[in-house]
């Protein structure tokens, strides 16, 4: 089995900034792409930020400039780190990532549990 666990999130104010983890560990061949969602109350879950095993980047036009996703493959760990943060960035944050399981080498996505951020104005 596979699990991602995030920490990092928290309280900040308004301008201010937080650093996400997400380490996957378990039964893991490789890791080919991991990401951020965010979901707030009454909203659907979106994509925050992804990142490919080489280090291509996608991200939402919302965080652009201010949001920077990252990840070390030798820790299986993927990072989010988030500048200038707006109220409208409150949300539960999610680990997402698609992992190629040792026991039957075929990919899988997994989350991770999520870790509340909350911004205060």
């Known amino acids: 089995q596979v699990q991602l666990v995030e920490s990092g999130g928290g309280l900040v104010q308004a301008g201010g900034s937080l650093r996400l983890s997400c380490a996957a560990s378990g039964s893991i061949f490789r890791i080919d792409t991991m990401g951020w969602f965010r979901q707030a109350p009454g909203k659907q879950r979106e994509l925050v930020a992804s990142?490919?095993?080489?280090?291509?980047?996608n991200y939402a036009d919302s965080v652009k400039g201010r949001f920077t996703i990252s990840r070390d493959n030798v820790k299986n760990t993927g990072y989010l780190q988030m500048n200038s943060l707006k109220p409208e960035d409150t949300a539960v944050y999610y680990c997402n990532a698609y992992v190629v399981r040792l026991a039957t080498m075929t990919n899988y996505q997994y989350w991770g549990q999520g870790t509340q951020v909350t911004v205060s104005s």
């Open positions: 990142i490919t095993r080489s280090g291509s980047t």
